[in-house]
């Protein structure tokens, strides 16, 4: 059997999803590689890695290759590549050799980036290559209608960025993509934290509070959260308490600034799509989505309406995915 050798790659800020034909999502874990930097060997990748962000000796440094949506550190990139494809080969029991592939870029990737990320996937040994722009993949992966002569509004809010697009017949009308995403909001708590009680508290205790009690609406149920930090003045431990109250300002201006970029796209709209816009209403996609309020927040602030994809997480994955059967059928057409 060679048709799982179909994969397709979402290789994201924050995430790193791998999806085949036959088995669906293979491999889900964080797009972290821990490195020596000593020997410059990757000690370990995916949720190993991120569990060493913040605890490790000096000479082990976790790195995010792909942080601000763009390839920082080719070679770490492409070893991650290699490490996870390895990994995937032996949860499946065989090896992913000479795989075709499709992998999704950030609209904001240059052609030297593209080059980049194909030249590492190709050199792990794949057949086939092919590169599809992000909010292609999380229209269809959103089960939205992307081929057919309706116009769609994609939003994908990852780790690094978030990218809007307008989509029509298959291809991007009109997108933008900013460096504002679930980093900035994790980073925006580490501020306030540090300025309101002079504690430092680390990324990963950040997104725990931003997933657990953040909240893009003023108005919701207020809760707090206990977290532990260090104290500046001190410098010993110390724990807080944290209200969703406080937490919600923090994020807020992280949250205009995706605000923003979907209201550009809107008015950068051809007048002919908008109308499809505001009947078909946005989708949200990434794992920003998900942050609580998210949904009614967006659509009380731009009039349309707001859906969430059914799995914004995955989304990516599954639709660059099934991008393949359908990039498999237009060759086959044109052979
Ligand atoms: P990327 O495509 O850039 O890899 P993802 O779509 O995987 O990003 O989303 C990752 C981001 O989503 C991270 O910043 C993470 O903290 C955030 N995230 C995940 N789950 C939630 C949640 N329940 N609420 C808010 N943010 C979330
Ligand atoms: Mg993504």
């Not at 964080?30 to 000690?43: E, S």
């Not at 976790?62 to 490490?83: N, W």
């Not at 309020?293 to 859906?307: A, F, K, R, Y």
Request: glycine share 8%.
């Amino acid at each position: 059997m060679f048709s799982s050798a179909e994969i397709g790659i979402d290789l994201g800020t924050a995430n790193l999803l791998i999806y085949t034909k036959n088995k669906g999502i293979v491999y889900n874990e964080p797009a972290v590689v821990a490195i020596d930097t000593t020997t410059q060997n990757v000690l370990a990748v995916g949720e190993e890695a991120k569990q060493m962000i913040g605890k490790t000796p000096q000479n082990i440094v976790p790195v995010r290759p792909m942080k601000d949506g763009v390839i920082a550190d080719y070679e770490v990139t492409s070893q991650m590549l290699k490490e996870m494809l390895k990994k995937v080969s032996k949860k499946l029991g065989h090896s992913l050799r000479k795989p075709s592939v499709v992998v999704c870029v950030p609209t904001g990737a240059t052609s030297v980036e593209r080059r980049a990320i194909h030249n590492a996937i190709k050199e792990y040994g794949a057949k086939y290559v092919h590169l599809i722009e992000e909010p292609i993949a999380a229209a269809i992966g959103a089960g939205l209608p992307v081929d057919e002569p309706v116009s769609n509004m994609v939003v994908d809010i990852g780790g690094g960025t978030s990218e809007v697009a307008i989509i029509s017949f298959g291809g991007i009308v009109s997108s933008q993509s900013t460096r504002v995403g679930g980093d900035k909001i994790d980073q925006a708590i580490i501020q306030h934290v540090r300025k309101k009680y002079n504690v430092l508290i680390g990324e990963r205790t950040a997104e725990q509070v931003k997933i657990q009690i953040g909240y893009a609406l003023i108005d919701h149920p207020e809760e707090t959260m206990e977290v532990r930090g260090r104290d500046m003045v001190s410098g010993l431990p110390k724990t807080i308490a944290l209200t969703s109250t406080e937490i919600q300002k923090a994020l807020q201006e992280s949250l205009e600034q995706i605000l923003e970029a979907i209201q550009t796209t809107l008015e950068s709209c051809p007048p002919e799509l908008s109308g499809d816009i505001v009947d078909q209403g946005i989708t949200l996609t990434g794992g920003g989505a998900l942050l609580k309020g998210m949904q009614e927040w967006l659509s009380n602030e731009i009039d349309v309406p707001v859906h969430i994809a059914p799995e914004p997480l995955e989304c990516v994955a599954i639709g660059t995915g099934k991008s393949l059967k359908m990039i498999t059928k237009l060759q086959k057409a044109t052979k």
